[in-house]
């Protein structure tokens, strides 16, 4: 289960910890210690059975390997995104593609003055 190099992380850390709190207060900290550790675990257990109850048989189907959000890398989604060819764009710049589907006309954006008399809408429900 532990490396050898974690049990001399594990070591090192109780060394110093001895140290630092002391042999007096020592067994009080391990006792903390140890109900912060049940603690955060009974709460991690209850967090996931919560979530495990609301999703149902879809927790079953989940990869979770796929939403790991270390696997993302900005740079080869944006490469990807680049250099992906859209075939949707590449059907319709055939010529007989356009001919059968016109493309509706829009007028241009044109930024409108408003004046005193007629001032800018107003929207209630605006944040």
Not at 27 to 52: C, F, I, K, N
Not at 56 to 76: A, N, T
């Given at each position: ?20 709190i ?73 010529p ?21 008399d ?10």
């Amino acid at each position: 289960m532990f490396s050898g190099f974690a049990i001399e992380k594990v070591v090192l850390i109780a060394v110093i910890a001895a140290i630092l709190i002391g042999p007096e207060r020592l067994p009080q900290a391990a006792e903390w210690l140890g109900r912060t550790t049940r603690r955060v675990r009974d709460y991690a257990r209850g967090a996931r059975s919560r979530v495990e109850e609301e999703m149902g048989e879809e927790m079953g189907d989940v990869d979770w390997k796929k939403l790991d959000p270390r696997q993302y890398d900005p740079r080869r989604i944006i490469r990807e995104a680049l250099l992906d060819d859209d075939a949707p764009a590449a059907a319709t710049s055939a010529p007989a593609a356009s001919a059968a589907v016109p493309r509706p006309r829009t007028a241009p954006l044109v930024a409108k003055a408003f004046s005193a008399d007629e001032p800018p809408p107003f929207d209630d429900e605006a944040t």
